[in-house]
């Protein structure tokens, strides 16, 4: 059974940027899937599996999770018939890292999802439509929550809006917001699209950096690492860092009411570049 990328299986999950989504129902993705180098990688049982087909995609997350293999899972929303058999089946996987809960629009929805999980299964709240943007601060403080993602095409289905990064600038700053008084790690965005290139993939994380978003859903591997560069501390900001942090050391004086915060953060960056190990790249 192949071993999880070293690096991204140490990664903790608050601070994953890449999360990287494979069809369930495609067994041999998921071992190249997970020899990548997205921070998490996702099983995904529900928008990429057709109805008559979960029951043998959950059977081959099943034996992927209890054979060695260790990953989260997107499973069906509450409200369908295929919630019940995820969440009974995952609740005795080995390797289950967490779920991510799809159509997720109410706090209760994750509260509920994880009293049937094993204790402390971590749970991402999938918001996907206006109702969920709505109430994302209610979620983000329910018992269970984990992080919050963003499900940018169904939202975009649900409200009529376009994809232009100003059409969804409130709806990501609801979740940031959220994330934020309810104490999460920083909310993940939605996908680029799967055939998007390299610009396409640098403007995308542009946008989801600038809204205060730390995490992106990726459907296509090849992506991944494009999305980890797009979401990591840039080297100005690498090197703007590291000489702040020495000059610190050396007994720099405070100057003004900015400095503080300015060390603060640098300091923030500097504990990024050690989790990515950006510092040698």
Same mark, same amino acid.
């Given at each position: 059974?192949?071993?999880r990328?070293r690096?991204?299986?140490?990664?903790?999950?608050?601070?994953s940027?890449?999360?990287?989504?494979?069809?369930?129902?495609?067994e #041999?993705?998921?071992? &190249?899937?997970?020899?990548?180098?997205?921070?998490?990688?996702?099983? *995904?049982?529900?928008a990429?599996?057709?109805?008559?087909k979960?029951d043998?995609?959950r059977?081959?997350?099943?034996?992927?999770?209890?054979?060695g293999?260790?990953?989260?899972?997107?499973?069906?929303?509450?409200?369908?018939r295929?919630?019940? *058999?995820?969440? =009974?089946?995952?609740?005795?996987?080995?390797?289950?890292? /967490?779920?991510?809960?799809?159509?997720?629009e109410r706090p209760?929805q994750?509260?509920?999802?994880?009293?049937?999980?094993?204790?402390?299964?971590?749970?991402?709240?999938?918001v996907?439509?206006?109702? /969920?943007?709505?109430?994302?601060?209610?979620?983000?403080?329910?018992?269970?929550?984990?992080?919050?993602?963003?499900?940018?095409?169904?939202?975009?289905?649900?409200?009529?809006?376009? =994809?232009?990064?100003?059409?969804?600038? +409130?709806?990501?700053?609801?979740l940031?917001?959220a994330?934020?008084?309810?104490?999460?790690p920083g909310?993940?965005?939605g996908?680029? #699209?799967?055939t998007?290139? #390299?610009a396409a993939?640098?403007e @995308?994380?542009?946008?989801t =950096?600038?809204?205060?978003?730390?995490?992106?859903?990726?459907?296509?591997? =090849?992506?991944?690492?494009?999305?980890?560069?797009?979401?990591?501390?840039s080297?100005?900001?690498?090197?703007? @860092?590291?000489?702040?942090?020495? @000059?610190?050391?050396k007994?720099?004086?405070?100057g003004?009411?900015?400095?503080? &915060?300015?060390l603060?953060?640098?300091?923030?960056?500097?504990?990024?570049?050690?989790? +990515?190990?950006?510092?040698?790249?």
């Amino acid at each position: 059974m192949p071993i999880r990328n070293r690096r991204a299986a140490a990664l903790p999950a608050k601070l994953s940027r890449s999360w990287l989504l494979i069809n369930a129902g495609k067994e #041999e993705d998921y071992a &190249p899937g997970l020899a990548s180098e997205a921070d998490s990688v996702i099983f *995904d049982l529900e928008a990429s599996v057709p109805d008559e087909k979960k029951d043998a995609a959950r059977a081959s997350v099943l034996r992927a999770l209890n054979g060695g293999m260790t990953a989260w899972v997107r499973i069906s929303p509450t409200t369908s018939r295929h919630w019940e *058999d995820d969440v =009974a089946a995952l609740a005795e996987a080995g390797g289950l890292r /967490g779920v991510m809960l799809a159509e997720t629009e109410r706090p209760d929805q994750v509260t509920y999802t994880a009293m049937r999980l094993r204790a402390g299964t971590p749970v991402i709240a999938l918001v996907e439509s206006a109702l /969920g943007v709505e109430n994302a601060t209610q979620i983000a403080s329910a018992p269970g929550t984990f992080r919050l993602a963003f499900g940018t095409n169904d939202f975009r289905k649900d409200t009529g809006v376009s =994809a232009d990064p100003m059409a969804l600038a +409130y709806a990501r700053s609801r979740l940031v917001i959220a994330s934020r008084v309810g104490g999460l790690p920083g909310a993940i965005d939605g996908p680029a #699209e799967a055939t998007a290139d #390299e610009a396409a993939i640098a403007e @995308a994380c542009q946008v989801t =950096a600038s809204m205060g978003m730390t995490g992106k859903l990726s459907l296509n591997r =090849a992506q991944v690492e494009l999305v980890n560069k797009g979401l990591s501390p840039s080297e100005d900001e690498l090197n703007w @860092a590291r000489e702040l942090i020495e @000059a610190h050391e050396k007994g720099a004086s405070i100057g003004d009411g900015s400095y503080l &915060p300015r060390l603060a953060r640098a300091q923030k960056i500097a504990s990024l570049a050690d989790s +990515y190990g950006l510092w040698n790249a």
